[in-house]
T-cell receptor, first 116, second 112 residues
């Protein structure tokens, strides 16, 4: 079974530029998550989708970050404009079903963003 | 705000030694998961514990969930170089939404 795919793997941009990340979850997984992992810290949830609807985006900096999941499959996360503090690894994860306490989240390899 | 503090933050040991990583919170979680993350990869789930006081063993790894479901520990016996990585605990909350809050992480280096 193919895992969660993410692209690009690495991105270097100047501050105030825009950037977009793409995620393709495991086939059949209804729930998709975007996390931000700053170096040396644990991942922090940015946004959670159930199919193509947003379940939780309480920690998404909505003045500069946006995300969408068209047709309930692939998802994109955009930052516009980027700030230095956005330098981090952006992880996408998917799970089969929502609302089951022990449902497993499967993570992609992440996109490492460096903002100069 | 729910927080999960892990200790130690860094650990460097020799192959064959034993170690314990702790994950503590003042909040109660419905379940707790442990992940290992290697450089350039996403976290990979090792185990999920659900019941207070539960102990699970995975080969040389032993996981325990505190009685009050606020803390957990990971014990590795006879560490191997392949155990090197970032260990993350994650508490599940939010009922029907299956949200996770991750701990601060423990970076383990096992020297040959």
């Amino acid at each position: 079974e193919a895992g969660v795919a993410q692209s690009p793997r690495y991105k270097i941009i100047e501050k105030r530029q825009s950037v977009a990340f793409w995620c393709n979850p495991i086939s059949g997984h209804a729930t998709l998550y975007w996390y931000q992992q700053i170096l040396g810290q644990g991942p922090k949830l940015l946004i959670q989708f159930q199919n193509n609807g947003v379940v939780d985006d309480s920690q998404l900096p909505k003045d500069r970050f946006s995300a969408e999941r068209l047709k309930g499959v692939d998802s994109t996360l955009k930052i516009q404009p980027a700030k230095l503090e956005d330098s981090a690894v952006y992880l996408c994860a998917s799970s089969f079903r929502q609302g089951f306490l022990t449902d497993t989240q499967y993570f992609g390899p992440g996109t490492r963003l460096t903002v100069l | 705000t729910q927080l999960l503090e892990q200790s130690p933050q860094f650990l460097s040991i020799q192959e064959g030694e034993n170690l314990t990583v702790y994950c503590n919170s003042s909040s109660v979680f419905s379940s707790l998961q442990w992940y290992r993350q290697e450089p350039g990869e996403g976290p990979v789930l090792l185990v999920t514990v659900v019941t207070g006081g539960e102990v699970k063993k995975l080969k040389r790894l032993t996981f325990q969930f505190g009685d009050a479901r606020k803390d957990s520990s990971l014990h590795i016996t006879a560490a191997q170089t392949g155990d090197t990585g970032l260990y993350l605990c994650a508490g599940a909350y939010g009922g029907a939404t299956n949200k996770l809050i991750f701990g601060t992480g423990t970076l383990l280096a096992v020297q040959p």
